[in-house]
């Protein structure tokens, strides 16, 4: 009658091994979201999606995409699969990377989409610090080896006038 989505959970009544009768309840998407999706990092993309690879529920543009298919990477790459991580886009097309992971007991799958920047900045970070550091280490062994190298050539320069006197001398 509402004409909004909502997601029916049911859950049987078992007395002396027999199902009596089954309690349904009906939870609208978003509801899930804000239940399940939660404390998701800031820019990641956590989504469900069921066993037809439609949108149950989303942390970002729920209303919109709710009902909706799945992105088709995203679709090619669950088919059949328990879990996995891989590199793809999100339904807005930002590139991202995907962790999943489908319930055995549903079918349901709940993805995470990392961005690809977000993921990378670390790894960028850390060829930033060995740059940087080995830039300063490769300056420093160049000034010592220039240093070490005048102190001896100057002692090899006082040695060979040594030599030349005593040469002389004879």
Same mark, same amino acid.
Request: hydrophobic fraction near 45%.
């Given at each position: ?5 909502? =997601? ?5 009544? %078992? ?7 089954? &309690?349904?309840? $009906?939870?609208?998407? @978003?509801? !899930?979201?804000?239940? /399940? ?9 956590? #989504? @469900? =999606? ?36 891989? $590199?793809?886009?999100?339904? +807005? ?9 489908? #319930? *055995? *007991?549903?079918?349901?799958?709940? #993805?995470?989409? %990392?961005?690809?920047? =977000?993921?990378?900045?670390?790894? /960028?970070? &850390? !060829? ?6 080995? $830039?300063?280490?490769? =300056?420093?062994? %160049? ?13 090899? $320069?006082?040695?060979?006038? #040594? ?5 002389? +001398?004879?």
């Amino acid at each position: 009658v509402s004409k909004r989505p909502f =997601v029916m959970v049911g859950v049987p009544v %078992i007395r002396d091994e027999k199902v009596l009768y089954v &309690l349904n309840i $009906g939870i609208e998407p @978003i509801e !899930w979201g804000r239940a /399940l999706l939660r404390d998701i990092p800031e820019g990641w993309t956590a #989504s @469900i =999606v069921d066993t037809k690879f439609r949108v149950v529920t989303r942390s970002r543009d729920a209303q919109r995409y709710i009902g909706q298919l799945g992105a088709e990477t995203f679709r090619s790459r669950i088919k059949g699969d328990s879990g996995s991580f891989y $590199g793809g886009h999100t339904l +807005e097309g930002d590139p991202v990377f995907t962790a999943y992971q489908r #319930s *055995l *007991l549903a079918g349901w799958v709940i #993805s995470f989409a %990392i961005p690809e920047d =977000v993921l990378n900045e670390p790894l /960028l970070d &850390l !060829w930033w610090m060995f740059l940087i550091n080995g $830039g300063t280490g490769l =300056v420093l062994s %160049i000034a010592a080896a220039i240093l070490y190298g005048r102190i001896i050539g100057n002692g090899l $320069g006082a040695l060979a006038r #040594s030599a030349r006197r005593v040469g002389q +001398e004879d």
